[in-house]
T-cell receptor
Framework: DAKTTQPNSMESNEEEPVHLPCNHS???????IHWYRQLPSQGPEYVIHGLTSNVNNRMASLAIAEDRKSSTLILHRATLRDAAVYYC???????????????FGKGTKLTVNP | GAVVSQHPSWVICKSGTSVKIECRSLDFQATTMFWYRQFPKQSLMLMAT?????????EQGVEKDKFLINHASLTLSTLTVTSAHPEDSSFYIC?????????????FGNGTRLTVT
């Protein structure tokens, strides 16, 4: 999997939007951008993924730069339950029989202040 | 609700003993499951890929004789830490994805915290 770079930590206030950046300058044309998050003492959970267009779901929005070398995960209104480590991962679309494993970087630890 | 279940959620064992951790996919069949390990304040490290009906594929530096993986059915993979030592104390997490849909998300278990005394 190609490399991603994220800030080690970020802080936000409750009910304010949060923009979590991710740089992936070596992204290839077949790499999808995935975001997972890990709450304390739990396994990671899927947040969102995209290829080129911006994506929205019930948890978050994903804004992808036109050149795809960076992306931003947007939490529209942070809650205390959003405090977690957020991982930005590039995942290649592979054909049948290929590896589907995910390689995690260090992620961004998000602290949400009440 | 959870779609991947791990058991136990925590275990304490004595040095030299073996510990088995189970990972089950609850409402889908998983031909492939992944085992990760996470030390405190560090990221997840992929240990191995568990393949139903065949041998597991281990990542570089992971001892296959120490971390035995068995994927005997389409819904169950087990990781056995043999002859555990204090340095094996860690958070072990398994994951699987629903088959048939490319790029479907990986579902993770809630992890097993192993403490070796």
């Amino acid at each position: 999997d190609a490399k991603t770079t994220q800030p080690n930590s970020m802080e936000s206030n409750e009910e304010e939007p949060v923009h979590l950046p991710c740089n992936h300058s070596t992204i290839s044309g077949t790499d999808y951008i995935h975001w997972y998050r890990q709450l304390p003492s739990q396994g990671p959970e899927y947040v969102i993924h995209g290829l080129t267009s911006n994506v929205n779901n019930r948890m978050a929005s994903l804004a992808i730069a036109e050149d795809r070398k960076s992306s931003t995960l947007i939490l529209h209104r942070a809650t205390l339950r959003d405090a977690a480590v957020y991982y930005c991962i590039l995942r290649e679309l592979v054909t049948q029989g290929g590896s589907e494993k995910l390689v995690f970087g260090k992620g961004t630890k998000l602290t949400v202040n009440p | 609700g959870a779609v991947v279940s791990q058991h136990p959620s925590w275990v304490i064992c004595k040095s030299g003993t073996s510990v088995k951790i189970e990972c089950r996919s609850l409402d889908f069949q998983a031909t492939t499951m992944f085992w990760y390990r996470q030390f405190p304040k560090q990221s997840l490290m992929l240990m191995a890929t568990s393949n139903e009906g065949s041998k597991a594929t281990y990542e570089q530096g992971v001892e296959k004789d120490k971390f035995l993986i068995n994927h005997a059915s389409l819904t169950l993979s087990t990781l056995t830490v043999t002859s555990a030592h204090p340095e094996d104390s860690s958070f072990y997490i398994c994951s699987a994805r629903r088959p048939g849909v490319s790029l479907s998300p990986l579902h993770f278990g809630n992890g097993t915290r192993l403490t070796v005394t």
